[in-house]
């Protein structure tokens, strides 16, 4: 007989090791929406074997344990966070945060993330080595190491092309599983792009508009980047001020937004709109309500020291309106494969990464783009996007085993993926309230003495 296993003793069995991931496991019950359609389909068992899903349907193994599902749950893809920050700025200076923040990422249902820039690459790598060996708890981490550009405290604009070379060397060896580069200049970028592809790294970037010695997106484009963080760029950005200055004028319907668009469609270079992460500095609407208290998470002195703390950049609060009606408008051009999932949000002590996963699915279903879609922009397309849509992405026989569950059908209202409650990763299997419970009153220093750490 296979032994049951209901959602109530899942802790019990979590502290004792009996969902470990070299154990065979049936998800049984609930609803299934596998990414490779827009329905859900009543679930007909889900097999998992040493963390690999086997079959979708069928008998199960005489000896696999059984996690049993209500009939409103919904099983999803775990969720890609491609924009993934583990950093924070609660005292006076941005550190990544490698304790508490994969717990928080985990119970969110994201099950891999990207950096996507690191204040703090050696923790960040420390961070990954402790998920994979199972010393700590989290997703899959893959590392993206430090910035390259001027966003790095200490880039020198002189740089030489062989010191780049190096660098990349030296962060392939490491085991990163793309670079990052932020208002680098035309020169820097062809050496990196060069030595990256030759590692079979990808390379994103958080570009400009020519302004200044950056690179705008479309350039970069024809470089051969592989991605591109938070605008388009094109025509419609102009060299002669900075992107931003210039894309709160920029509408969809003109040719110059066109021709970027269908650049990005020919050369297959994915977009990662970061759209909420604008919306947190003005006025912030719907996406931004609280579903659960995020402060709790931190000590009490930082709860103290950051109360009533808030940022507002009204240009932002327009970017992110603009953003809104531009994506829309790249994914009605054909572009819905090639966006993906990125949250983008450094904690000041009001809202923390994690929970912002659920904020940019509710921001790109507002700004138009059904919630099948959406759902597949946060999994699917995440993990092509860093040549991993082999192995994750889908709920497939032969991918590894990562899904989440829900309360009632996010393809109705998308809010419900909010409602999290049961994470597999790699065929183990996690509560969120167990893994929320582990985090809560860590975050930050736990008085002024220890303020200096932070």
């Avoid at 419970?437 to 930050?444: D, I, N, T």
């Amino acid at each position: 007989m296979s032994r049951h296993i209901s959602f109530a003793v899942l802790v019990v069995c979590l502290i004792s090791g009996c969902l470990a991931a070299d154990d065979d496991l049936v998800v049984r019950g609930g609803r299934l929406f596998d990414g490779t359609s827009d329905t859900l389909v009543d679930n007909p068992g889900i097999h998992v074997e040493n963390g690999r899903i086997v079959r979708i349907g069928g008998e199960a193994p005489a000896a696999a344990h059984e996690l049993t599902l209500k009939d409103d749950d919904t099983i999803l893809p775990g969720f890609f966070d491609l924009h993934a920050h583990f950093n924070m700025t609660l005292v006076d200076k941005r550190r990544d945060e490698v304790d508490v923040m994969p717990l928080i990422y985990l119970a969110n249902g994201a099950t891999s993330v990207f950096p996507c820039g690191e204040f703090d690459p050696v923790a960040m790598l420390g961070a990954r080595r402790a998920i994979d060996r199972g010393d700590k708890v989290g997703p899959r981490i893959y590392n993206s190491g430090p910035y390259f550009g001027p966003a790095r405290p200490g880039w020198k604009a002189d740089v030489s092309a062989q010191k780049i070379r190096d660098e990349v060397d030296y962060w392939a060896e490491q085991g990163v599983r793309g670079l990052k580069v932020k208002r680098i200049s035309a020169s820097h970028l062809e050496v990196l792009l060069e030595r990256a592809h030759a590692h079979g790294l990808t390379v994103t970037g958080h570009l400009d508009s020519g302004f200044n010695d950056t690179v705008n997106p479309r350039d970069a484009i024809l470089m051969g980047i592989d991605r591109v963080e938070h605008f388009l760029g094109g025509d419609a950005i102009t060299a002669d001020r900075p992107a931003y200055d210039s894309l709160l004028h920029v509408t969809p319907d003109t040719p110059e937004f066109a021709r970027i668009v269908d650049l990005f469609l020919q050369r297959r270079v994915y977009f990662d709109a970061t759209l909420s992460a604008y919306g947190y500095f003005g006025e912030r609407g719907p996406v931004y309500e609280k579903w659960t208290d995020e402060r709790r998470f931190f000590t009490p002195y930082t709860r103290e020291v950051t109360e009533g703390r808030s940022q507002r950049i009204e240009k932002f609060g327009t970017v992110y309106q603009v953003k809104r009606r531009t994506l829309k408008a790249f994914f009605d051009a054909g572009g819905g494969d090639l966006i993906t999932l990125g949250t983008d949000h450094n904690s000041w002590g009001e809202f923390l990464p994690g929970f912002s996963v659920h904020r940019e699915m509710h921001a790109m279903v507002l700004a138009g783009i059904p919630a099948a879609e959406v759902l597949r922009i946060a999994t699917i397309n995440g993990a092509r996007a860093l040549g991993l849509g082999d192995r994750l992405g889908t709920i497939e026989p032969g991918k590894w085993a990562d899904l989440v569950v829900v309360r009632g059908d996010p393809l109705d209202d998308i809010r419900r993926t909010r409602t999290v409650h049961t994470v597999v990763k790699g065929g183990d299997v996690f509560v969120t309230a167990d893994l929320l419970r582990q985090a809560e009153g860590r975050l930050g220093p736990a008085d002024a003495n220890a303020a200096g750490d932070w």
